[in-house]
């Protein structure tokens, strides 16, 4: 079943999403095909090689230093003319989720999207998504080839696959941009990107105000982690509004959700719920979070918090 | 000429509601539907646009009957005209299905900006804004978060959120714009919560008859519905349980302990 992976940068080197459609299109069978568009973008090409991309379609062009809808369109469109893959892989990124439906209708094709799974028996692509902020599944079944699936990130694994790949340029244009960034204006350099993190340690309210949040980026930190933060505290000002967990805020879906001093309303939990291991902290025994969550402490974040981040300290030493 | 956009909103189940599967089918229960979050922060915006530039702004919903409660709700917050389209071929629509009925509606509006929400509540697929704009094949702006655009302008400024920052872009009209978020027009920092309907446009708009379309009327016929779609449900299934809540006991060393060996050990994130 030959597959198409879009692949994208974020932050230098590959998506998470894009090792992870890797991952999922060598179990779908491949041949694998990567195609991965941007202006130097030569240094991510061996990564592509490492998740076990068969052969990569590159294209290399100033004009796309920054995501376009309608470049990165055409390029995709042109690539599927050219592979002909039976399954189309997006990551359903904020720029995933800007292409896939706009290939889709571009290419006269159906798209699955936002989805945990994709799988292909029978000759069927079937493909399984949350709905009503995970509260059901559906699974849905894509007619016609290709098929496109946008796969939420990290719902699935990532894993090495290494391979030698064929590389070559693709053959297309960039045609005249409607919509042009003039500014990109990036968000705190150095620390790892809120939805590409492992861990992601939260703060609400109960912290009482901006400076309750250093012990969080200690811990943050020491567990190799991202700094969220509900609306109430993005809203005070607290914390910038990248940080903000939530229905309007980012959704992410770490292996370890610490959420510290937050009470858990239901928006904010549309931003966290698949989250692996939920853990809560807050002074409030009946504070909803605690029933999403996999482990709870009922006690003040301002004590417990540092007395974690020592135990962490100490684990970490021995 | 006054600028002109167009709203596609959505009608969607209360997001407190309780859902129960069984047998394939997806039940959900108590709870109003409501006007689609995302809708709204998009309606919200086209609103601003109207109170600083005198913008006409024309709401489409597609839906049974009941979705005239949203439309209705938007001429109460102050939308200036609204549509429905009601026909049960629209049922089992994908994507490109919704689409092909909106953009048959746009195309009857002539708009200088289409809004909608860059996902809905309920399937969270955030097809429609893209479908849309390339079967109109004008320029959009998805996750879009801040909007400047002035009277008789020929392109717009829009602010989007990606995971790395945000973005500054310039948009010919007439574009899509996807909203994420909603963010005041003089203050980019300050987010905008939707407006309230008044009582008295509220009662006025339950009053005015909404003007209903069929996809024969809009020329969509065998474009839309299960039939058309390439993408359909097959099966639905309840959400996988988390295991019960374990709170761990003691004082806070004692339990910052035992959390931290859950961490290394359960977790493996230490």
Known sequence: MSVLVVAEAQGGRLARATREALT????????????????????????????????????????????ATEAWAQITADAINEVKPEVVLFGATVNGADLAPRVAARVGAGLASNCVDVTVAGGKVTAHRPLLNGKAFETLEVEGRPALVSLRPMALPAVEHPKNPEVLRLATDVPALRAIVREALQGAAGRISLTEADVVVSGGRGLKGPEGFQMLEELADLLGGAVGASRAVTDAKWRPEQEQVGQTGKT???????????????????????????????????????????????????????????EVRRLKEA | MSVHIVVCLKQVPDTEAKVQVSGGKIQVDGGAAIMDPYAELALEQALQVKDRLGATVAVVAIGAPQAID?????????????????????????????????????????????????????????????????????????????????????????????????????????????????????APETSLNPRYPTLPMLMKAKRTPVPRLTAAELGVEGQVGQAAAAVKRVDASPAPGRPATQILRGDPAEAAKELARLLREEAKVV
């Open chain 2, 70 to 186: 949203v439309l209705q709700r938007a001429l109460g917050m102050g939308a200036t005209s609204a549509v429905l389209i009601e026909d049960p071929s629209l049922e089992g629509s994908d994507g490109s299905g919704i689409a092909r009925a909106l953009a048959a509606v746009v195309r009857r509006e002539e708009p200088d900006m289409v809004f909608c929400g860059l996902r809905a509540y309920d399937d969270q697929a955030a097809q429609v804004g893209p479908y849309l704009a390339e079967l109109l094949n004008w320029p959009q702006v998805t996750a879009a978060a801040w909007l400047g655009v002035e009277q008789g302008a020929t392109s717009a400024t829009v602010r989007r959120e990606t995971e790395g920052g945000i973005e500054v872009l310039e948009v010919q009209l007439p574009a899509v714009l996807a909203w994420h978020k909603s963010f005041e027009p003089g």
């Open chain 1, 252 to 310: 992410v879906a770490p292996t370890l959700y610490l959420a510290v001093a937050i009470s858990g309303a239901i928006q904010h939990l549309a931003g966290m719920s698949s989250s692996k291991y939920i853990v809560a902290i807050n002074t409030d025994p009946d504070a909803p979070i605690f029933k999403a969550a996999n482990y709870g402490i009922v006690g003040d974040a301002f004590k417990v918090v540092p007395l974690l981040i020592e």
């Open chain 1, 24 to 67: 999922k299109a060598n179990q779908l069978g491949g041949p694998v095909t990567a195609l991965l568009a941007g202006s130097g973008i030569a240094a991510l090409l061996p990564e592509l090689g490492t998740f076990g991309a068969d052969k990569i379609l590159h294209v290399d062009d100033e004009r796309l230093r920054n995501y």
